[in-house]
Every structure is written in structure tokens, then in C-alpha cells.
T-cell receptor, first 113, second 113 residues
Framework: KQEVTQIPAALSVPEGENLVLNCSFT??????LQWFRQDPGKGLTSLLL?????REQTSGRLNASLDKSSGRSTLYIAASQPGDSATYLC????????????FGDGTTLTVKP | DAGITQSPRHKVTETGTPVTLRCHQT?????MYWYRQDPGHGLRLIHY???????DKGEVSDGYSVSRSKTEDFLLTLESATSSQTSVYFC????????????FGSGTRLTVV
């Protein structure tokens, strides 16, 4: 059974800092990995999707990397802003495109002005 | 989110009553999912559908049933609501094309009193 861990559970940084969020998974036979952002009381917004054959994906100030052999993905946020404050979750899809996804519990990020 | 809507957004119901939550999509995606999100438990899959009248159980399906009579609608029914089913319920859709990940609805906050 796939297990997904996100450490730390919470992170507080000053505005402007570059930061890395971690997502670890136990079974390397994944199909893809997706990063989400969730604001309080809201749904999940997709940020980046990395296929198992890819090493990284970029969107604006966000860069997600994937290392299947070590069971790890990182989400890099450059020049953080207070508006980046949210909970960030990763979801790992195992096996095939029809496979189910396992979600991490998320890292709650606070960016202080 | 564009393409997926959940109704109602909020509901308070009494223990023992049946409750139906609706998820509607305009994307014509094959896969639809119901999750619940609770503090300390993260996102947990209740049921999912891989086509009209094709559904399967997730990890926390007891006390829930689903129906999908049309591509665009996926209904979640709590047959006899209990206080343990107080939660935030999220619907998600996903295309069968491999480059696509999940798109989530805005959620339904259900309180069982």
C-alpha cells in the first residue's frame, strides 16, 4: 500500500525567501504525482503534474521535481509572497492511469510580510 | 472551479436522515471521485466512478452509496447520517488522458447533529 508523507506539517518563512516543500512516497511504481494548493475553507487547486517519465515541471515561481528511485518529490517556491500562504498537498497515483491516488496530509505554509 | 460544481455548499442535517450530495461536471470526463477531508486524516476516498453506472468503493465507503446515471452527474448518498459523517466532502474529476490530473470542486460542508 502506497504511503505518502509530507514533512514538515507546518512552515513559516519571511517574505522573499526561497523554500522547498517535501513529499515522500514508499512505492516507487508511480504513474504521476500532482501538487495542489488549498486555501482555508476552499477546494484544492492543481499546481503542477509530473508524469513518472519526467524529472521536473515548472510554472512561474514554482518548480516541482521527481526522483522515483528515492521516493521523493519537492516543490520549490521562489521569492515567496504572503499570497503563497496556504496548505500544499501532493497526490501520488500508483501503477497505471486508472490507478488510485494517495494524498499526503499537506504542509501548511505561512509567509510573513 | 470551472467545469465542476458541488451542491449544496453547506448542509446541516439530523442523525438518521438520508442526505444526497451532488457533483456536476461539464467537462465530459470519465472519472469522478468523492473524498472526505477531516483534520488528522487528510483526504480519504469514499467512492469513485469510471463511467456511467460503473462505480467502485474507496477506503471509507461504509455508510455511503453513489450513483452515476449520466456522465455529468455523480451523487453521493449518506443512507442514514451519523455524527461521524460530519466532514467536508469534495468531488473531483479526471480525464482518461494521461496528461491530466484531478480537478476538485469547492466542497460541501456537512454537519450532522
Amino acid at each position: 500500500k502506497q504511503e505518502v508523507t509530507q514533512i514538515p506539517a507546518a512552515l513559516s518563512v519571511p517574505e522573499g525567501e526561497n523554500l522547498v516543500l517535501n513529499c515522500s512516497f514508499t512505492d516507487s511504481a508511480i504513474y504521476n504525482l500532482q501538487w495542489f494548493r488549498q486555501d482555508p475553507g476552499k477546494g484544492l487547486t492543481s499546481l503542477l503534474l509530473i508524469q513518472s517519465s519526467q524529472r521536473e515541471q515548472t510554472s512561474g515561481r514554482l518548480n516541482a521535481s521527481l526522483d522515483k528511485s528515492s521516493g521523493r518529490s519537492t516543490l520549490y517556491i521562489a521569492a515567496s509572497q504572503p499570497g503563497d500562504s496556504a496548505t500544499y498537498l501532493c497526490a501520488v497515483r500508483s501503477g497505471t492511469n486508472a490507478g488510485k491516488s494517495t494524498f499526503g496530509d499537506g504542509t501548511t505554509l505561512t509567509v510573513k510580510p | 472551479d470551472a467545469g465542476i460544481t458541488q451542491s449544496p455548499r453547506h448542509k446541516v442535517t439530523e442523525t438518521g436522515t438520508p442526505v444526497t450530495l451532488r457533483c456536476h461536471q461539464t467537462e465530459n470526463h470519465r472519472y469522478m471521485y468523492w473524498y472526505r477531508q477531516d483534520p488528522g486524516h487528510g483526504l480519504r476516498l469514499i467512492h469513485y466512478s469510471y463511467g456511467v453506472k460503473d462505480t467502485d468503493k474507496g477506503e471509507v465507503s461504509d455508510g455511503y452509496s453513489v450513483s452515476r446515471s449520466k456522465t455529468e452527474d455523480f451523487l453521493l448518498t449518506l443512507e442514514s447520517a451519523t455524527s461521524s459523517q460530519t466532514s467536508v466532502y469534495f468531488c473531483a474529476i479526471r480525464s482518461e488522458h494521461h496528461n491530466y490530473g484531478y480537478t476538485f470542486g469547492s466542497g460541501t460542508r456537512l454537519t450532522v447533529v
